[in-house]
């Protein structure tokens, strides 16, 4: 089985990263390392090998693969900018239980494990607001996360054993279906703090470095939804029930999303307050995928969850490589950041093209698609054109970097890689010092590095689309879960209309 | 009705109580233990005892990291700190329990047949009632992680009354999940009792939104 080295590396990983957390610089390597070999064990994973454990079972697709490959590289570079530019003991630890858990949460083909994994990585990601001084400001904000977490785990837990049973005797009115449907889109919005969800979301983005973001409030509800997509494509699409009301409810999140993350992106004045509302108005295009309820948005909507999660990680990067070399995040103090700091202006532009993609990209159509197949009309129209306005907060930040700079304020640090005098003496000297003289540098490369997977990903490399396009695991067995475009057996309620069969089954 | 699987209901439904009312650590981490080690005994046929093992030392486990959390250390400053309790006193938490578990009862299925007991059902509607007090309503870590671990409880226990004896793998799942949320409810507990007095209370300033200063932020991991 090889997703067993994988799950190996990153659980023993996590675990060793977090008993050895008061050795800091021994930890941290421990984790970059696991992390290293977790992009060698995850493309070495085979899609289509299957693995029983009792009567559920363990299965590998393609977009496992691709999911872990990536999600092993971004952890990755994440943790080389948060070496040079601030970051938490633990989040290398919280990097790879939350890669382990996802790898579980993609694997499994029954739903209702696959949301406690993905719950589980969920409850990691709190670690990231534990801090020596002033723990108790952590605290309060490691617990809102660790609510939302958990309510949006119990509530998806619920939806899927009210649906997963056998439904052939249904007494109540099929629109019941609604709310189980409506409690697990929910709980995807819960998690990736979409708005009105979004309280915790911002409490968070107050608390955390900029290079950790993206753990808790993108990859970690990445998976879930991901889940959450092929339990709705299983389990409620093929029904044909009306839910045109609980349908309304979750488009209008997603658009509240789309339009107000937007909105409070651009009026903040501090990066890590823009990365984190961009990524929750990503993160409404998910909730759009979900309300499509058609196998028409299937791929489309796991091609955007990978390109978003990856484009938002290298934007993380980005401010926090931006914050290192600058001594600030405040946009009003960053004037001239683009002429100052070329590395950073490159990197920026490919965040751009990585982020909003161009016609024909992969990651561009499918966020078409997904607007396309959920809405209608006039709508249909402006929420597309939302989906690309955060040009709008990316062009007042481009516009602050080529503008003068304040002569007053304090110079950045050296964009270029500096070579201190060489200490034979002191060999171990002389290397911290370079490093403490390049860590600006350092940061930037590793978020010019995740700039171009990000881009690369939004252009349909690793394989992306295709990937997306397959069919969720499943085990050959009798009663096994539903492919998604596959329509269920009709349910013998006079309200429940007889499917018909999809000719579009990805 | 099986007069055993109401034992259990009722144990749980007691531990939930205790779990949210009193104002002794101890006794929070003995009614939090008490549902979580009762709570995979709720199903009817009972699970594997591999799968029952596994619960039972994810909920002994679950329940010493919070046990870590309340330690009283005297030589470290650390005295002993009562949680926030109940505000509503612990017989209305009775009631509130007692009417939610009746609606568990009643509503067992949800519209459909289901595969488990109907005491699952009701204690797992109770759990939930008295949990949701200290998670919307809790000002203090410890509390509120407390509500949530019986939040997930339940969530296990109306799984099981709706859907039947969850398989091992399901169960070795839901073991991990409680103890990293019991785990994260240890730390998040611990942090908050370390920085200063005040025991597990919130941080005012976290409650809103706070201004970062313009420089960047101590470079070195914490």
Redesign the interface.
């Known amino acids: 089985m090889s997703l067993l080295p994988f799950l190996l590396i990153t659980t023993i990983g996590a675990t060793l990263a977090l008993l050895l957390r008061r050795h ?1 610089r021994l930890a ?1 390597g421990l984790g970059l390392t696991a992390l290293a070999l977790a992009i060698v064990a995850a493309a070495a994973i085979r899609p289509d090998e299957v693995v029983a ?5 363990v299965v590998t697709t393609a977009y496992l693969r691709v999911f872990l490959l990536l999600g092993s590289i971004v952890g990755f570079g994440l943790a080389l900018v ?8 633990d ?1 290398t630890a919280v990097s790879l239980a939350i890669l382990a858990t996802s790898a ?1 949460a993609l694997a ?1 083909p ?1 739903p ?2 696959a949301v ?2 993905a ?2 990585g969920g ?2 990601g ?2 990231l ?16 996360v ?2 939302a977490t ?2 949006a ?2 509530m998806a ?2 939806a ?3 649906i ?4 052939s ?5 099929p629109v ?1 279906f609604g709310l189980a449907y409506l409690a697990f889109a929910l709980a995807v919005a819960l998690r990736f703090g979409a708005i009105p969800f979004h309280g915790w979301a ?2 968070l983005t ?2 955390v ?1 900029e290079a950790d973001l993206p753990l808790v409030t993108g990859w970690a509800p990445a998976a879930f939804a991901v889940v959450a997509l092929a339990w709705i494509d299983a389990s409620i699409a093929p029904l044909l029930v009306d839910l045109d009301a609980v349908r309304a409810i979750v488009i209008a999140i997603a658009i509240a999303s789309i339009v107000l993350a937007l909105v409070a992106a651009w009026i903040q004045d ?1 990066l ?1 307050h823009i990365v984190g509302y961009s990524i929750v108005g990503d993160a409404g295009v998910v909730l759009l995928a979900l309300a499509a309820l058609s196998p028409e948005a299937w791929a489309p909507a796991r091609t955007w969850i990978i390109v978003f999660v990856v484009a938002r990680s290298a934007f993380a990067a980005w401010a926090a490589a931006t ?2 070399t ?5 946009v009003g ?1 960053l004037r001239g950041w683009a002429v100052r700091a070329p590395l950073l202006a490159g990197t920026f532009v490919l965040v751009i093209v990585a982020s909003i993609g161009l016609p024909g990209l992969a990651g561009f159509e499918a966020r078409a698609q997904i607007v396309d197949v959920t809405l209608d009309g006039p709508l249909q129209v402006l929420v597309l054109i939302a989906t690309l306005a955060p040009l709008a907060y990316y062009a007042r930040l481009l516009l602050v970097g080529l503008a003068r700079p304040d002569p007053e304020a304090q110079g950045p640090a050296p964009w270029r890689p500096i070579l201190t005098p060489l200490d034979v003496t002191s060999i171990r000297d002389w290397g911290g010092r370079t490093w403490a003289a390049n ?1 600006a540098f350092a940061a930037s490369i590793a978020a010019l590095g995740l700039a171009l997977v990000a881009a690369a990903v939004m252009a349909g490399a690793f394989g992306t689309s295709e990937a997306a396009a397959g069919l969720p695991p499943a085990l050959e067995r009798a009663g096994e879960p539903i492919q998604p475009g596959q329509p269920e057996e009709p349910l013998p309620s006079d309200d429940v209309l007889p499917p018909e069969p999809s000719s579009e089954a990805p | 009705m099986n007069p055993l699987l109401a034992g259990v209901a009722l144990a749980i439904i007691a531990g939930a109580v205790v779990a949210v009312s009193a104002r002794l650590a101890r006794m929070v981490v003995l009614g939090v233990a008490l549902v979580l080690v009762a709570a995979p005994l709720a199903a009817d046929p009972l699970t594997t005892p591999l799968a029952l093992a596994a619960r039972f030392i994810g909920a002994i486990l679950a329940a010493y990291l919070l046990g870590m959390a309340i330690r009283e250390r005297p030589e470290a400053g650390l005295l002993a700190v009562p949680t926030e309790g109940s505000r509503i006193g612990w017989p209305t938490e009775v009631l509130v329990a007692a009417a939610a578990a009746l609606v568990g009862f009643a509503a067992h299925g949800l519209g459909a047949p289901a595969a488990g007991p109907m005491l699952a059902s009701a204690a797992g509607f109770a759990v939930a009632a008295v949990s949701l007090i200290p998670i919307l309503t809790g000002r203090d870590v410890f509390r509120v992680g407390v509500g949530l671990l019986l939040l997930l409880a339940s969530g296990t226990l109306v799984r099981a009354g709706l859907d039947g004896t969850p398989g091992e793998l399901e169960q070795l799942l839901t073991s991990a999940l409680i103890v990293v949320v019991a785990g994260a409810v240890a730390s998040l507990a611990l942090s908050a009792r370390l920085d200063g007095p005040g025991g597990f209370a919130f941080a005012a300033e976290a409650r809103s939104r706070t201004r970062r200063p313009s420089d960047a932020r101590p470079l070195d991991p914490r």
Do not use: H, K, N
């Open positions: 800091v941290g454990v009792g009567g559920d079972g948060g070496a040079a530019a601030g970051s938490r003991r989040a579980m499994v029954d209702r494990l406690l994994a719950t589980t409850a990691f709190v670690l607001t534990l801090v020596p001084s002033g723990g108790r400001t952590g605290a309060t904000v490691g617990i809102l660790l609510r958990v309510i785990g119990t837990i619920a899927t054993a009210w997963g049973r056998d439904l005797e249904l007494a109540a009115q019941v911002a409490r107050d608390a470095p501090d890590e914050r290192a600058f001594y600030t995040g405040r103090d860590r």
